[in-house]
């Protein structure tokens, strides 16, 4: 199967500025919405808008696209609502063929994720009768079996919470085949609610909680030492070892622990399995740098480390290779990507250019708002550069004048062969009135063309809103969208000739 889609039913349009833009195809707009979404509100549209807009998104496109795409954004890109709206609609949509079934399973990671698609499905399909879930989908019930066979006690157990929709629920509705008797033991444990408490860091210090302490200091020496414990025993996940910098530092545990914490922070393999968003470095890395303890300056050291890491295996960008990273700090890239993260947008587009700045080794960095403005920063440490970027965000403004980096670029005959655009892709010319059509950034880019034909232009969406600020594909024009660091291996894929999806298109069922 082929999504050569790129050039169909691609129209003019004005983008949520006034400026002309263009829209994308449909399977090209799906995908940039939902993997630049947590389902909350951002500048331009609200959570609910943006959901009806890939409900409707679903039903223009195959429904194969549909299943492969909820695959990638769940192994790929790490992210859980998405997966979960796109396979709720296809399961609409789409029946009869195994499709649905196979892409469930495929997609489901933890055992919450099976309660919240059918919490998902019990909304779309607007059940409101006594027994909201009854004549649930075929093709999602073998799906969700499948699922229940991936799972053991321990994970179960930690992620088994008192929802509307609950594992107990779950399993009675869907009927999973237990694959041998100690498995059947297990389910049996679901319906009775005799799970085993896991060993994690929350259920360790709940429990600890639960007791009574003479004293404050007798108590504050009962939680270093469950830290102490907690960090030994090896079994601290990353995410829980990254979530907690200030909890551990605070708790008062040794250097000895620390230099522990900041070698599974940088660990390369550790980095990789644990999957997280190079933004959620970012959010450790601003907190540690509020606090007051002689350990910082490693534990700052091992984020940097970390998120360098995320990025190791990028290629193509050696020094014969000229780039040009330009990030939008414009007003509306000021929304946070959630209601409890401080981490904006254009904190990804910051985060996101300097992570490919440290693979360059011939590389021009910039910021543009109202104006275009270069910064040089040393490539090696990308954390410390993004506060540099953020403390200097105001010396250009807050609109969006993307084309005045292309300008910059024609009047300094800059030779470029790639030029990076971190943007929510809602770009205008406020200088002029009208919107001049010569100070766009499609024509400014048709000009440096004529200068360097080879030189090729990448839009990073970070927004999803569906339109563009030029055509994409011809004139070397590539749109890529998405958070995570997961968006080089598209540019990888580009620059040997696939196209944005193919890694999409790849997925086999």
């Not at 006034?18 to 609200?46: C, F, H, Q, R, W």
């Not at 195959?62 to 492969?68: H, I, L, S, Y």
């Not at 965000?393 to 062969?417: C, F, H, M, P």
């Not at 790639?418 to 024509?443: C, E, I």
């Amino acid at each position: 199967m082929k999504f050569n889609i790129f050039n169909r039913n691609v129209t003019k349009t004005v983008n949520h500025e006034g400026a002309k833009a263009y829209t994308l195809a449909p399977e090209m707009e799906l995908y940039a919405a939902v993997v630049t979404t947590m389902l909350n509100d951002s500048s331009y549209e609200k959570a609910d808008q943006r959901l009806a807009r890939i409900q409707e998104l679903v039903d223009k496109v195959d429904p194969v696209f549909v299943a492969k795409l909820a695959v990638y954004v769940r192994e790929q890109l790490y992210l859980r609502s998405a997966p979960v709206v796109l396979l709720g609609e296809l399961a609409k949509v789409h029946n009869g063929d195994g499709l649905v079934g196979k892409a469930v399973g495929r997609t489901v990671q933890r055992p919450d994720e099976i309660t919240e698609l059918l919490a998902y499905y019990q909304l779309t399909n607007q059940r409101t009768a006594a027994k909201k879930l009854n004549r649930i989908s075929k093709q999602m019930q073998k799906g969700l079996s499948v699922a229940f066979n991936k799972f053991d006690e321990y994970q179960f157990a930690k992620y088994n919470r008192d929802t509307a929709v609950k594992l107990r629920d779950a399993l009675f509705l869907v009927h999973p085949k237990a694959k041998d008797e100690a498995q059947q033991t297990l389910f049996n444990k679901i319906v009775t609610g005799t799970l085993e408490t896991p060993y994690t860091w929350e259920t360790e210090l709940s429990a600890l909680g639960q007791n009574a302490f003479a004293t404050e200091l007798e108590k504050r020496a009962a939680v270093r030492a469950k830290w102490k414990e907690l960090i030994d025993s090896g079994r601290l996940g990353y995410m829980a070892a990254l979530r907690n910098l200030r909890n551990i530092l605070e708790a008062g545990v040794s250097g000895v622990h620390i230099e522990k914490v900041c070698t599974l922070l940088a660990n390369e393999k550790a980095v990789r399995n644990a999957k997280q968003m190079p933004f959620r470095f970012l959010s450790a890395y601003r907190e540690l740098k509020t606090l007051s303890f002689g350990h910082v300056p490693m534990l700052l050291e091992a984020l940097e480390d970390a998120v360098y890491a995320s990025v190791a295996n990028l290629r193509g960008f050696d020094y014969s290779t000229s780039v040009v990273v330009a990030c939008d700090v414009s007003g509306s890239m000021r929304q946070a990507v959630s209601p409890k993260s401080k981490v904006m947008l254009y904190d990804i587009g910051l985060l996101l250019g300097m992570l490919l700045q440290a693979k360059c080794r011939n590389v021009l960095s910039g910021m543009f708002g109202d104006r275009w403005k270069t910064v040089t920063l040393p490539s090696r440490h990308v954390l410390a550069n993004v506060d540099e970027f953020y403390r200097r965000e105001g010396e250009v403004g807050y609109s969006t004048n993307g084309y005045l980096v292309i300008d910059d670029l024609i009047k300094q005959r800059y030779k470029a062969d790639k030029v990076m655009l971190f943007t929510d892709t809602q770009l205008w010319d406020s200088r002029t009135a009208n919107h001049s059509q010569s100070n766009t950034l499609s024509a400014k880019w048709t000009m440096y063309k004529t200068l360097f034909p080879d030189a090729r232009l990448y839009l990073f969406d970070l927004a999803g809103y569906g339109n563009v600020p030029l055509r994409i594909e011809p004139n070397d024009v590539y749109l890529i969208a998405g958070w995570s660091d997961k968006v080089f291996d598209v540019l990888q894929a580009l620059e040997e000739g696939q196209t944005t999806l193919s890694t999409i298109e790849q997925i086999v069922l």
